[in-house]
């Protein structure tokens, strides 16, 4: 059996749908963070996979790129983490609804 | 000296202006103590300066000048020389053209400016023909009609001052008096000289505003202030009337100068006689007010409040004649206004017989003298009516010189009486005041109309004018008009000697304090009473009747009576025989009434009269009462018109004008209460609306904020789901 696009298509877009999913359903905003970073892995693998199809390594170089910025965001949500942590003594997203209009 | 005539007018004003500013910065202000509050002329300024001539050292800054005010010889010499320089300057202009040459219809103008150059128009307004000048000169004119005024007014009004000088001299207006009566000099010398309707006017003017200053000279007495008014109040009523005439005239002809309009006027009557008739009546309402005419007399009864010397003077002898003198000089339009011609006759005589009634029963010496003054002004103007302007002038001047002479006689009474004017407290005063009663009595004989006096020819020159008058239409008329001159000439005689009986005759009435007291006036009085008599008796030789060129004064002043191109006027050449028979009518009816004057006051001590006002008592009150004319007046004018008018006028306004405004309020009123509503329920309705919609559509949506950011992803994913099914459904 050959492993086509079609493979990595799929398992990006499982991935993605995983990660996804729990950003919508998980209330700990860890696991909320942990899930955007399996979407964003699901985005790389997607890259990767173009670019190892097309032969063009803009995807490869872009997928490092979006790398770099999960490493930005992991530590931003961190921060955030701790912050809400310390206003709220919980990490449930539904009690940080301050912003509700 | 013809040339001079300009400076007539102008002595006077320089009298005027000495005496005026001398009295004004000269007089004194009243004691702090208002001891003489009513003498306040001075004004503040004065007070001021007297003030600080206190603090500079003189204590003794407010003497004993009370009684006698200062710069008293000043007055005395300016206000009667200025006057005495006048007379001396018209005679001798009128010498300078010569009576013969007046006679031969010489005139002289001097013109000293253009006043009001309008320029020439030729189109606006006038009849064909017109000259169309529009524009008036301020010009002097003198012939035989201003002669003949000039030469009284200047000598009678001269005699006035110098009189004045005695009868004011204890006066503290004394230097005021002498600027009101020079002023009324100059005003009535510009009056008589002036060679324009405009000038005229001018005169007119201002001879009544000097009449009003001098009837309310006594300005702090009520009555006196009062009567001022009411004479400056009717006078208005007549020169409306006047003036309304003059823009006629000046409409009509496109000049007001007198030589050019009348000339005009006869050279070619046709174009101008149909607006004649109203001119004239119009010119009369004035002649009515200025010469207390029926029915704008009341001011001249009234007009006695004032000093008796202004009485003689103005409301005699000189200004009230300025009507007479106005219907005289517009002779032509009158000749060609027959119908107004009437009305004058007809109103002359009317007053004449109203006047001379009312005369009979007055008790105040002043008054009597009054109504008989209006009676003679009704005489002259029916000798106007009639056509008789020449015999009307005579009359004119003869009554001049004697109805001054008897209210100079009047005052050297009231001076001995010091101040008594009710004829009932006097009597018996012949002998005590012998020169007053002598010239008094003579001018009383002249005024009832004994023979061979002054008013026996003038007044039978006008009688024998109305005697053979013709009015087109009405043949009886003359008849009437005569009957009723002749019982007026009855009346007057008998009420001047009601007055010179109950005055001069018989015991004196009143306290023994005031009999005490009489004393003859000084002789700057007396002289003046004198040169009056005598003139009195011999003026009247310049119209003799019946003697060939006896009528001297009607041949002077012939040359005024322009012929009317057109115009056929019948001399009347009375036989000698109707001529003396009239003669002795009025000479009977003049004596009658002397006689029954002297029977029932003299000799009867007035049991007589007594008798009839018991047995008539209507009859007396109502004449008493002077008709009740000044009631009738009151009621239908002041509080009629004037109150009642004004109140109506008041209900008017306020429930008819008003109207406007409180309407165009209510109005607006409901306009805004609309406007508010529409405000309300519209435009908050459509910003509250569009805001409430918004706040709903806003409470809907608000809901979708929930804050949390997994609801945002889900819609987000949702949403991107969305438009990928929509992009691959239909691509």
Redesign the interface.
Known sequence: MTITINHYLVVSLLLFAIG?FG???RRNFLT?LTSIELMLNAVNLNLVAFSRRLSDLTGQVFSIFVITIAAGEAAIGLALTISLFRQRRTLN??E?????? | MRDLIWLIPIFPLAGFLINGLVYLFGNRPPRPQGAHGAHDEGGHGHQIAAESAKDLGHPHAHSHEETHPRFAALHSIVGPGSVLLSTLVAFGAIFDIGLKGFAEGHSHTVELYRWIPLGVNQAVGQVHGGVGEWFVNVAFRIDSLSALMLAFVTFVGFLIHVYSVGYMGHDRGYGRYFAYLNLFMFAMLVLVLGANFLLLFVGWEGVGLCSYLLIGYDYHKKFAADAGKKAFVVNRIGDFGFILGIFGVFALFGTLDFAKVFGMAAANPLPYTPYLTLICLLLFVGACGKSAQFPLYVWLPDAMAGPTPVSALIHAATMVTAGVYMVARCNVFFRLAPQAMIVVACVGAFTALFAATIGLVQNDIKKVLAYSTVSQLGYMFLACGVGAFSEGMFHVTTHAFFKACLFLGAGSVIHALNGEQDIRKMGGLAAKIPKTYWTFLIASLTIAGVPFLAAFFSKDAIKAAVFHAEFAGYPWLPKLLYAVALFTAGLTAFYMFRLVSLTFWGTFRGTSDQERHIHESPSSMTVPLMVLAFLSIVSGYVGVPIIEHGDKIGEFLAPIRLPIQGLAEQVHHASRVAELSLMAAASTVALLGIFLAWNWYAKGKGSTPHHLAERFPGVYKTLLDKYYVDEAYEKVFVQGVALGGGRALWDVDANLVDLIPNGAAAVTKGASWVAALFDQYVVDGLVNGFANTMAALFRL??????????NY??VM?GGLFCLVAVYLLFR
């Open positions: 996804f950003v919508l359903v909320v997203v539904e940080a609804s301050t912003m509700r209009g | 949506f608000r809901r979708a904020q929930t804050g949390r950011v997994q992803a889900l994913g």
